[in-house]
């Protein structure tokens, strides 16, 4: 994994604000792949379009970002702060989110294939038509989000917490794994989901 210093990060920002402003006319496109960034100050920060594969983001601070249509496939955000972040329709297949706050994250048609969100708190989350396949959800907080057409299958919830979560006739969730060694499929997902919008974990309702 290559670093880059502080001063180069701000500055290749920075050209990638003038990118996007003046639509690829001047600036650079912000290009970083397997690049060391944790820990990294970076609030608000518009990351629109940006290629940032495999990055390193953990402990970061991204609260307030905006990371509308880009790649972040495969990058880690574990405990980092992503409070209020924009991820529209940007590609975080395989990225992992351990552990993250990413309370009122907007997840507009945003893909996250096989994404770890293991203890996350995606409290209050825009997730419509969020794609979610097999992602990782054991243990993550997803009350009061918008799951309004959201792609559920293969996911794994134990622990998960969906408490208040809106829209839930509309997830197409043909299985889900509710346990290391346990699967449930068609009807009997979408009434564990069910049961977890009304009571919290619908298997573990005690460590809620």
Not at 115 to 139: H, I, N, P, Q, V
Not at 168 to 188: F, K, N, P, W
Request: hydrophobic share 45%.
């Amino acid at each position: 994994m290559s670093s880059i210093t502080n001063r180069e990060l701000i500055d290749r920002v920075a050209l990638h604000a003038q990118w996007l402003k003046s639509l690829g006319a001047s600036g650079t496109q912000l290009v970083l792949h397997d690049a060391d960034l944790a820990g990294a100050e970076l609030p608000g920060v518009d990351l629109t379009d940006a290629s940032l594969a495999s990055v390193c983001f953990d402990r970061a601070n991204l609260c307030g970002a905006v990371f509308g249509g880009a790649n972040l496939a495969s990058a880690s955000f574990a405990r980092a702060d992503l409070s209020g972040a924009d991820f529209t329709k940007a590609n975080f297949d395989y990225a992992i989110f351990c552990d993250a706050s990413m309370k009122n994250v907007r997840g507009f048609r945003t893909s996250f294939l096989q994404a770890d969100f293991r203890g996350a708190d995606m409290s209050g989350a825009d997730l419509f038509r969020a794609y979610l396949k097999d992602a990782r959800l054991e243990d993550a907080i997803l009350e009061e989000v918008n799951l309004t057409q959201a792609e559920l299958t293969g996911a794994w919830v134990e622990g998960a917490s969906f408490r208040g979560a809106n829209a839930l006739d509309t997830v197409r969730a043909e299985y889900l794994h509710d346990s290391a060694d346990s699967m449930i499929e068609g009807q009997a997902a979408m009434e564990w989901l069910s049961a977890a919008t009304s009571k919290g974990c619908a298997r573990h309702r005690n460590s809620c």
